[in-house]
């Protein structure tokens, strides 16, 4: 039993005409992400999905990109990304999935889910880069979300693992709101996508930082590839 994440899949089962494959290293990324988490997640396994998930507009429309997900190996945990636009209350997710029998599919949102001794945490997050409007109402209310899901955790005397869909850090750009929470719970693991492209990549943490260890799990960039994280 392992645990995975990969971010941005950005599935159009529903939609082909927002297919990701007119971007380099894009080239036939629903093939290749079904072929990469076949050959590497077993049913046995989780994978958190952090954020991106369906260019659907509502949830029916992401109908086709959650079957896909669901009929894949493994228990899949999701968090919200930007271009979500299916995302709606916990309940109607929950009552949706279950309607239409998508039963191994969860959503994080204020919670965690406990794996062995550590527990899955996180939220969006929200922006902190050149070009993208701020909004210091959403941003209060993610970071209240983040810390909301990771006291769950310690709550359950469990260790928490976050994964964010926004990167807390890019280039020279610090979204300390959220960072102070990661410190303030001494968070030694951070995993986020939403980053695509090479140059982009290259401006993005990878490393330890301030005694975090950054993921970037944006699906061009790990190739599309779930990443172990235990």
């Not at 995302?87 to 997710?93: C, D, I, N, Q, Y």
């Not at 928490?160 to 693991?189: C, G, Q, S, W």
């Not at 301030?210 to 799990?217: A, E, P, S, V």
């Amino acid at each position: 039993m392992s645990l995975y994440t990969i971010a941005d899949l950005h599935l159009c089962f529903s939609d082909p005409a927002k297919t990701m494959s007119i971007f380099a290293g894009w080239e036939n990324y629903q093939e290749r992400i079904e072929k990469s988490w076949r050959n590497t997640v077993s049913d046995e396994d989780t994978v958190v999905i952090a954020g991106d998930v369906s260019w659907g507009m509502s949830l029916q429309q992401a109908a086709a990109d959650f079957r896909f997900i669901n009929e894949l190996p493994g228990k899949k945990i999701i968090i919200k990304g930007n271009h979500d636009y299916w995302w709606v209350t916990m309940k109607k997710m929950e009552d949706f999935f279950a309607a239409e029998g998508f039963d191994t599919i969860k959503i994080l949102h204020n919670n965690h889910y406990a794996y062995e001794n550590y527990a899955i945490c996180g939220t969006r997050g929200w922006v902190n880069m050149p070009g993208e409007t701020q909004d210091e109402k959403v941003l209060r209310r993610e970071v209240q979300r983040l810390e909301t899901s990771i006291k769950s955790a310690v709550s359950a005397d469990l260790e928490p693992i976050v994964f964010m869909h926004y990167p807390p850090i890019f280039a020279t750009y610090f979204n300390y709101d959220i960072l102070e929470i990661l410190y303030r719970y001494n968070i030694k693991e951070c995993y986020y996508g939403h980053i695509h492209g090479r140059s982009a990549h290259e401006l993005c943490v990878k490393n330890t930082y301030d005694g975090i260890n950054f993921h970037l799990i944006s699906g061009d960039y790990i190739q599309f590839k779930p990443e172990k994280v235990l």
